[in-house]
């Protein structure tokens, strides 16, 4: 699978010491309260683990499942939630997670479901903000690792096609496996 990344960009230094200065600043930012952390399957499930190990903080976790992309690599343009919180979300400071911040479709839809259930309060945490992506909905992350740009990047969580997720680093993959 290493034959189909086109360059790394960023290693598993680089994405270790950054997970752990985000999960300290979270763990400041929530000094006293007890969130709820919620991540987004399956792309959020490695930075998801890492993440709240590096939170040295009592919170609760959950996941939610939320599909936009199908194996195409554009968006499709819709998100659909295929599987809910099992907590009680009301008066829950909630941090959803998430591996990337693309069109923002998703995570728009996925804040608006949370909001609606009565939570006091949620913030986003991603691992990427595709920066030079058209955003379809005015949401911003409020935590995140790093800003990328339009390539299709994988490893980490992120797949193409379901492959790549193992990938110890996140890289771009070469576009001749995507337009073949
Ligand atoms: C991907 C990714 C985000 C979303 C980002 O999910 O994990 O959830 O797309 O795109 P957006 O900002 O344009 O909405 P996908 O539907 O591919 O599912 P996955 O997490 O299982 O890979």
Redesign the pocket.
């Known amino acids: 699978m290493h034959n189909d990344v086109e360059r790394i960009l960023f290693s598993e230094e680089d994405i270790r010491k950054a997970v752990n200065e985000l999960g300290k600043r979270i763990a400041d930012d929530y000094k006293g309260k007890n969130p709820l952390i919620v991540g987004?399957?399956?792309?959020?499930f490695i930075f998801m683990s890492d993440l709240v190990r590096a939170i040295d903080l009592s919170c609760d976790l959950d996941f939610m499942v939320?599909?936009?992309?199908g194996n195409a690599a554009v968006?499709s343009g819709t998100?659909k939630i295929m599987k809910d919180v099992d907590a009680d979300v009301t008066g829950r400071d909630v941090i959803i997670v998430?591996?990337?911040?693309?069109?923002?479709?998703?995570?728009a839809s996925v804040k608006e479901h949370l909001s609606s259930k009565g939570a006091a309060s949620v913030k986003i945490c991603t691992l990427l903000d595709k920066v030079t992506a058209v955003k379809a909905a005015d949401v911003k992350a409020d935590y995140k690792c790093f800003d990328v740009g339009n390539e299709f990047v994988i490893g980490y969580g992120?797949?193409y096609a379901e492959k790549y997720r193992n990938l110890r680093y996140i890289g771009v993959l070469k576009r001749e496996i995507y337009e073949r």
Do not use: Q
């Not at 939320?66 to 992309?69: H, L």
């Open positions: 987004v399957l399956k792309g959020s939320a599909k936009s992309y968006s998100v998430e591996d990337i911040l693309d069109t923002a479709r998703t995570l992120l797949d």
